[in-house]
């Protein structure tokens, strides 16, 4: 089995989506909660896949000073959406994340896993993506049997999805184009890379806008869709539109 992690940062305000708030029509509360619904959306589609869900939390030694709430710590924070998302918590494990920066966290954490804990392979995944599904995440361990780097493009050269059965030099692997960094640096290892269909993740307020167009027209087609992140797009009335050709975000 393929360990699935993800790593969540404690949904507040100001820590995640910092620029949603500044380029959309979402308050910092708001950012929080989408973050909060792809979290969970997250949760439950490792849940359901063939993976093993482990959940990295940022710490609040790691949090700037003025997002650390005093009556709330983050691993209580995030542990909390776990246990109110799965049906059976007891089948998350939940770990703080070591390293000073995100590079350093993903590495540290594939590092353990494979070398450590003896794992075939492991996958990195960030709430941002919410339309990465079960089929998805089956679809990658898949390719994982066969290539040492399973990597998922999307927008800017970013990628939703990091997978490896071996480790490479994660040293500023995230630089972008993170999508080509990790791709060199599979290649230097003299290791296979496959890629998986492109997904659109949530950055800016262009990303926000690729995904309430395509949640809203598959909830319209009554088609599948991440369920909390489609509820909170709905429940905030938020559509997509464009203003001189670039997407842009409007709510009722």
């Known amino acids: 089995m393929t360990v699935v992690c993800i790593l969540a940062d404690p949904p507040r305000p100001g820590v995640v989506f910092e620029t949603l708030a500044e ?7 708001e950012t929080a909660e989408l973050y ?7 949760l439950i589609a490792v849940d359901r ?29 995030v542990g909390t959406v776990v246990s109110e998302t799965l049906d059976d918590p007891s089948v998350a494990r939940v770990e703080v994340q070591v390293g000073s ?6 590495g540290n954490t594939v590092t353990h896993l494979l070398r450590d804990e003896g794992a075939q392979s492991v996958a990195v995944i960030e709430p941002t993506t ?3 599904l079960r089929s998805t ?3 990658a361990a898949m390719q994982l049997r066969s290539n040492e780097v399973v990597l998922g493009p999307s927008a800017g050269g970013r990628v939703y999805y990091a997978g490896f059965t071996e480790a490479i030099d994660f040293t500023d692997a995230f630089e972008t184009p993170a999508i080509e960094t990790l791709t060199d640096r599979a290649s230097a290892a003299s290791y296979d890379v496959a ?9 800016h307020d262009s990303d926000l806008a690729t995904v309430i167009a395509n ?9 599948v869709v991440p369920k909390h992140t489609a509820e909170f797009i709905i429940d905030t009335g938020l559509y997509a539109t464009s203003e001189d050709g670039l997407p842009r975000i409007v709510r009722d």
């Open 101 to 106: 920066t995100f590079a350093g966290r993903v």
């Open 137 to 139: 995440i089956d679809t």
């Open 49 to 77: 896949s063939g993976g093993d869900l482990l959940v990295n939390y940022r710490s609040d030694d790691a949090l700037p000073e003025k997002y650390v709430d005093s009556n709330e710590s983050a691993a209580t924070t």
């Open 36 to 42: 909060d619904a792809i979290l969970r959306d997250m």
């Open 23 to 29: 380029t959309s029509p979402l308050s910092e509360s």
């Open 215 to 223: 949640i809203r027209a598959r909830w319209h087609a009554e088609r």
């Open 130 to 132: 919410p339309f990465l």
């Open 195 to 203: 890629f998986l269909d492109s997904q659109p993740t949530i950055k």
